[in-house]
């Protein structure tokens, strides 16, 4: 745990390591701190100008194109969110409405450099609001979950762990698959926002796993249920191009390793089977 926590600590405003403390209280989470640090992303300081000055292979905008439109999705995340204890908790409460921001602006952000690029966004098929029903059956679900399990918090902090993870890694991968400056000056800041919310997640999820029944159950569910970000929003095809693309040849794979690795840190996740295992099965 120690050296997870480490090997991210240098990008996650927030972690105060603790000289002296045992391995459980090594380090310790200061919201105060965390939340100093959160806000929008400064679309300024992007030099917009340049992006036609490069070129941006079909891939690397199709990808784009996914990213923007599940950093758009937050909101309706949020909403499901909303309905579950996760509001009650005065830690996770503040750190969603900080996530929420900073989301919505990596959406934006995103949608101008496809703009600028000369692949503009399009009005989506169905409004973002009118989920299918899966999505729609999930959330009751989820909602029912959180209602009769009071530890509700815990799959939500290590599904957030997971999913923030990835992103990152899919950002860093993306920027050096694409090889555009101007993208790569973006997603650099995007990805320090990314690694903040990992952290919050990452650290919120390592304290409430340390009861092994809490661990046990958000393991079964995180088993069961769990797909890589923007499953059932975009298309599977869409999701697998995207696998593809960023995770398949020795670097992806080894990309995909780590962010599984980095999860099997976790109390009672050690065995745990993601994202190499879902390329194994539907991306490759
Ligand atoms: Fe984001
Ligand atoms: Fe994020």
Redesign the pocket.
């Known amino acids: 745990m120690q050296t997870a926590l480490l090997q991210w600590s240098s990008m996650a405003p927030g972690l105060s390591v603790v000289p002296g403390d045992d391995m459980a209280t090594l380090t310790r989470f200061d919201l105060d701190a965390w939340v100093a640090r959160s806000g929008a992303l400064d679309l300024s300081a992007i030099a917009w100008e340049e992006v036609p000055r490069h070129r941006l292979a079909p891939e690397a905008a199709r990808a784009l194109r996914y990213m923007q439109d599940i950093?758009s999705h937050t909101i309706v995340y949020l909403r499901s969110l909303l309905a579950t204890r996760a509001i009650d908790d005065p830690e996770v409460a503040t750190f969603l409405a900080c996530w929420l921001h900073?989301?919505t602006f990596?959406g934006l952000a995103l949608a101008q450099f496809l703009e600028a690029a000369g692949h503009p966004v399009s009005a989506r098929s169905r409004a973002r609001g009118r989920e299918p029903l899966g999505k729609r059956l999930e959330a009751g679900l989820t909602a029912l979950l959180s209602r009769a399990w009071p530890d509700f918090c815990a799959v939500h902090m290590i599904w957030g762990a997971i999913n923030e993870l990835t992103?990152l890694t899919g950002y860093r991968r993306l920027a050096a698959l694409a090889g555009h400056a101007v993208l790569a000056d973006l997603l650099e800041r995007?990805t320090r926002?990314?690694s903040r919310h990992f952290f919050f997640y990452y650290r919120q999820a390592e304290i409430r796993l340390r009861r092994p029944g809490v661990a046990r159950v958000a393991r079964v569910l995180v088993d069961r249920f769990w797909a890589p970000v923007g499953s059932g929003v975009q298309p599977r095809a869409e999701l697998e191009f995207l696998g593809r693309y960023l995770f398949d040849g020795p670097e992806g794979r080894a990309a995909a390793r780590k962010v599984d690795d980095t999860i099997r840190r976790l109390p009672g996740f050690e065995t745990v089977q993601l994202l190499e295992a879902w390329m194994d099965t539907r991306a490759s």
Do not use: A, P, R, S
Request: charged fraction near 60%; glycine fraction near 0%; aromatic fraction near 0%.
């Open positions: 950093e900073e989301e990596h992103t995007i926002d990314e």
